[in-house]
Structure formats: structure tokens, C-alpha cells
């Protein structure tokens, strides 16, 4: 009996717990929701009342039918989905590698490239801005994608490495026996059974490139090629823009796109991460 109540307050503190953190991390984007369903009158009339008296639908709709501010979504669409792709691209063959390939130095490589995924861009910003400047790839999308690949890569493959790990070595061995190339195993055996671990990399790496912020503010000066995370700066200054409620209404329609996707596919993003951790 003791057991289980200790169980039990431990799962309502776990509760509590989660409910705390959630408040804090919500109650940011709760207050930007009721600026941006403000008037510009109540605004300044009411500044500290969280529930707005007469709630508007009408900076929202200014900020969607600027046409600068639409640009400025599809380039991050862009940028991110791109991104994403040429991230698998790359790093799906080297997940396959590194899962069913043994030669010398594979775990430290592993853990090198596990090492790369913690260095902070704002380390690396001065070489790269130099070394993409002598490339002439500056105020170039295409250079935005590969920067993007290189920083997606370590997380991708270590996602799909762990969703290869999962897969039975006795199918591609039959594959094999019944004459199948080394890339046919890969291309026709393995890749469709991890289409559920692809997926879920490809929409977590898409998260991350969409609120990527210092890559694309150091590479692209030129209005129209800027991603929306960083446009919405240029956008406060802009005439459309002028006022709290309008600028909150843009944030919210940058934000809540990523959120929206994150938790609709919260499940299949969370197996891609803890795919491998159980075996047996």
C-alpha cells in the first residue's frame, strides 16, 4: 500500500510539475495572443488586462494581406523545407553507414559529430560569414540551404541511425542472398521501413530551420530573400507595423505554425528520438 501511494504522489507531482512549466512557457505566447486581439485604443487604455473587452480578428488580417510579410513566410518555408530535404539527403546514407558498416574509428567519428551538434553558431559566425563571403554565396538562398544541412546533419544522423539500429539485419541478409546490391538493400529494404523515423527527422529539422535565426541574419541582407524569423524585425518598422497589436499579430503568425506542427506530430517525433533506447 505504501508503495502505491508513493507511486501515486509521484505521479501527481510529475503533474504539477509539468503543469508549472508548461505555464511558463505558454504564458509568454497568452499575452502576445491578447495584444494581438487588442484594439490600438485599448492598448494603451488597458495595458495590464490580460482578456481584451472587445477581442479583434483585424490585425490579424492586416498582416496577412501585406503581401511583404506573405514573401517573407514562403522564404522560410522555403529555406526550412530545403534545408530539411538536402539534411536527409546526406544523412540518411551515413546513418546506414554507421549502423551496419564496422571500421576503424566509427564511434569516435560518431561522437564527433555528436560533439559538432553542441558547438553554438555564434561561435562559428566570423569564419563562416568570411568563408561563405570568398564563396560568393552571400544574399544567396542556396547558401543558407547548405549551411542549414551541415547544421542539421549531426541530429539527423543520429535519429536515423537509431531507427536503422531497430531494424532486423535478417531481412537485408535475405535481401542479399537473393542477389541484391549493397545499395539496393539500402535503397529498397531499409529506407521504406524507416519512412516513420525519416518523417519525424524531416519535421523536427524543419521545426529547427524555421526558427533559425543568426545563419540567415548574417547571410542575407536583401529584403525580399528573408526568412520570416527574421523579417518580422524588418517588419516592425515598417508603416504596417507601427503599432504593439500588429507587431504581436505577426509574431503569433510566425510562431504558431511550428507549434501547431510540433504538437500534432508529437508523437511521431518523440518515437524518432527514443527509437533504439529499449531493445529486446
Known sequence: MRGERREKWGDVATYILAVLIAAFFLTPLLWLLSLALRSRQEVFLGAARFIPKRPTLANFAQVLSDPTFLVYLWNGLKLSALGGLGCLAVAAPAAYAFSRF?????????????????????????????????????????????????????????LLKSAIDAIPRELEEAAAIDGCSRFGIFWRI???????????????????????????????????QLPISVAIFNFAGTSNASTTQVLAAACLVAVVPAIIAFVALQRMVVGALTAGAVKG
Open 190 to 224: 531499409t529506407l521504406p521501413l524507416i519512412t516513420p523515423g525519416i518523417a519525424s527527422a524531416f519535421i523536427l529539422i524543419m521545426i529547427l530551420n524555421w526558427s533559425q535565426f543568426l545563419i540567415p541574419f548574417l547571410l542575407l541582407n536583401k529584403d525580399p
Open 102 to 158: 564496422w571500421f576503424a574509428g566509427r564511434s569516435a567519428l560518431m561522437m564527433a559529430i555528436l560533439a559538432f551538434q553542441m558547438v553554438s553558431p555564434l561561435v562559428i559566425l566570423v569564419p563562416l560569414y568570411r568563408y561563405m563571403s570568398d564563396l560568393g554565396l552571400l544574399n544567396s538562398h542556396f547558401g543558407v540551404i547548405m549551411v542549414y544541412i551541415a547544421v542539421g546533419i549531426p541530429m539527423c544522423t543520429w
